[in-house]
């Protein structure tokens, strides 16, 4: 959820697998490096989200994204496909997706997001997923009492 200017992770839910992720309940993360950041500003207009991240990003990697530009042309192509892909913005090796969740008025409320190995995740196999963890957002919310066809 989106709490001040920055993306709060309110649950998180381990695989079965031997890899831990570091993110904690409670952790916030920088809203225009990560996977549940960009779903949550996939609701922001081009001006709302100038105003929470400024022009100019800190960097965490070599493929972080330096200026709002490249952030909003990312959040952009987010709303066309519905759902986010941070591929190793945050952290290297490590590709994350997110998809927003709504409430019952159609507004982003929340993200839910996966995160993973990079060679657990191949750029082919990202819409695939993506489609799955955007499906994932939308039965959410339509616990929520969201309806899409009614915001359309």
Not at 64 to 85: H, N, P
């Given at each position: 959820m989106l709490i001040g200017k920055d993306p709060v992770y309110?649950?998180?839910?381990?695989?079965?697998?031997?890899?831990?992720?570091?993110?904690?309940?409670?952790?916030?993360?920088?809203?225009?490096a990560s996977g549940v950041g960009k779903a949550l500003a996939m609701g922001m207009d081009d001006d709302e989200l100038r105003s929470m991240v400024g022009e100019q990003l800190q960097p965490l990697t070599s493929k972080s994204f330096r200026t709002i530009d490249e952030l909003l042309e990312d959040v952009r192509l987010a709303r066309k496909m519905g759902y986010a892909v941070e591929d190793e913005q945050m952290e290297e090796r490590i590709r994350c997706i997110g998809a927003p969740v709504r409430d019952a008025a159609g507004h982003i409320v929340a993200a839910i997001s996966i995160t993973s190995l990079v060679h657990h995740l191949p750029v082919l196999k990202i819409p695939e997923v993506g489609q799955r963890v955007a499906n994932c957002a939308a039965k959410i919310s339509e616990e929520l009492g969201w309806h899409a066809e009614e915001t359309k």
């Amino acid at each position: 959820m989106l709490i001040g200017k920055d993306p709060v992770y309110i649950d998180k839910v381990e695989g079965d697998g031997f890899v831990r992720f570091a993110t904690i309940i409670g952790q916030t993360l920088p809203l225009y490096a990560s996977g549940v950041g960009k779903a949550l500003a996939m609701g922001m207009d081009d001006d709302e989200l100038r105003s929470m991240v400024g022009e100019q990003l800190q960097p965490l990697t070599s493929k972080s994204f330096r200026t709002i530009d490249e952030l909003l042309e990312d959040v952009r192509l987010a709303r066309k496909m519905g759902y986010a892909v941070e591929d190793e913005q945050m952290e290297e090796r490590i590709r994350c997706i997110g998809a927003p969740v709504r409430d019952a008025a159609g507004h982003i409320v929340a993200a839910i997001s996966i995160t993973s190995l990079v060679h657990h995740l191949p750029v082919l196999k990202i819409p695939e997923v993506g489609q799955r963890v955007a499906n994932c957002a939308a039965k959410i919310s339509e616990e929520l009492g969201w309806h899409a066809e009614e915001t359309k």
